[in-house]
């Protein structure tokens, strides 16, 4: 057994986050509420070194336009006095409008003209072919209007077929990489185990 007292912690802690898998108990409720509770903790840490780095010490230096900023967060607290509440909203309406405009510009960019350009490809390849194809039948795939009886509602049928098709095939990738992006820490958390807790591997 390792005579380290963080392998044990981290080891014991990890095997109460497993505990779960057998079912719902106390012990993993305790893990989930402390691990909860050092991320708050830690990440209000964070945020009270970045209010001191990049508001506070750039005033001292005579950068006083950091006051407006600094301002504006203190006036989101405004909404913890009735008599002054609507104050909050200045600031909050700031937040939302510039957080807004800032995604907007990269998700059209990014997922709208960029998926568009990366789709007009020549037919010169199967990989173009299909993707074409694919795009072209998973946005068909998505008319929900009545369609007239005929050649064209038969194509319409083929091309939500094949959509399906490509659909499941794109979330099973995700998927997979989802699951492959996992194996490393769940070998990591075995080694740590079985390795460096009670020396069942050898080498660790």
């Not at 945020?47 to 407006?68: C, E, F, M």
Request: with cysteine; charged share 10%.
């Amino acid at each position: 057994m390792s005579t380290d007292i963080r392998t044990w912690i981290t080891a014991l802690l990890t095997l109460g986050v497993y505990s779960f898998l057998v079912r719902d108990n106390r012990l993993f409720r305790l893990i989930e509420k402390f691990f909860v509770g050092i991320g708050a903790g830690y990440y209000a840490a964070l945020g009270l070194k970045s209010v001191i780095q990049v508001g506070i010490a750039p005033i001292k230096q005579g950068r006083y336009i950091t006051l407006i900023p600094l301002i504006l967060g203190l006036l989101v607290y405004a909404r913890y006095f009735k008599s002054i509440a609507w104050v909050s909203k200045i600031p909050v309406a700031i937040i939302v409008a510039v957080g807004a405009a800032l995604t907007l510009r990269g998700t059209v960019q990014a997922q709208f003209i960029d998926q568009i350009a990366g789709t007009l490809l020549p037919w010169n390849s199967i990989n173009n072919v299909l993707l074409v194809l694919g795009t072209t039948c998973t946005v068909l795939y998505f008319y929900f209007r009545a369609r007239p009886e005929g050649s064209f509602d038969t194509a319409m049928n083929w091309a939500g077929k094949f959509a399906r098709f490509v659909m499941m095939f794109s979330f099973g990738i995700g998927f997979t990489g989802v699951l492959g992006a996992n194996i490393p820490r769940t070998i990591g958390q075995i080694k740590l185990i079985f390795g460096q807790w009670i020396h069942l591997i050898p080498g660790i």
